[in-house]
Nanobody
Framework: QVHMVESGGGLVQAGDSLRLSCAAF????????IGWFRQAPGKEREFVAT????????YYRDSVKGRFTISRDNAKNTVYLQMNSLKPEDTAVYYC????????????????WGQGTQVTVSS
């Protein structure tokens, strides 16, 4: 069983930055690909970004490319999502998720999930 804990959410204004953190416990962290997803009220959960086990490969949804950066520190069992130039449409609960070995860009591929952290961007 992998336990995931997100932190770093909050209320910011459009154009501001936030950094989310995701810590994972219960499995060898370097064996886990990590993804970030988000869910806005009344909408389905959507893929945001994912990072490979080594951190070398990253993938993003189009709407966050150039603004968001996913990274990881395997020594700290932590993945980060740096979010710059935030927009009101980025408002959502952000979840991190883990799966063994390879990355994926759909939520069904991830068996382990955190509780989520709220990000609210005001205009």
């Amino acid at each position: 069983q992998v336990h995931m804990v997100e932190s770093g959410g909050g209320l910011v204004q459009a154009g501001d930055s936030l950094r989310l953190s995701c810590a994972a416990f219960g499995h060898t962290f370097s064996n886990l690909a990590i993804g970030w997803f988000r869910q806005a009220p009344g909408k389905e959960r959507e893929f945001v970004a994912t990072v490979s086990r080594t951190g070398v490969s990253t993938y993003y949804r189009d709407s966050v490319k150039g603004r968001f950066t996913i990274s990881r520190d395997n020594a700290k069992n932590t993945v980060y999502l740096q979010m710059n130039s935030l927009k009101p449409e980025d408002t959502a609960v952000y979840y991190c998720a883990a799966r063994l070995y390879s990355t994926a860009n759909y939520s069904g591929a991830y068996p382990y999930w955190g509780q989520g952290t709220q990000v609210t961007v005001s205009s």
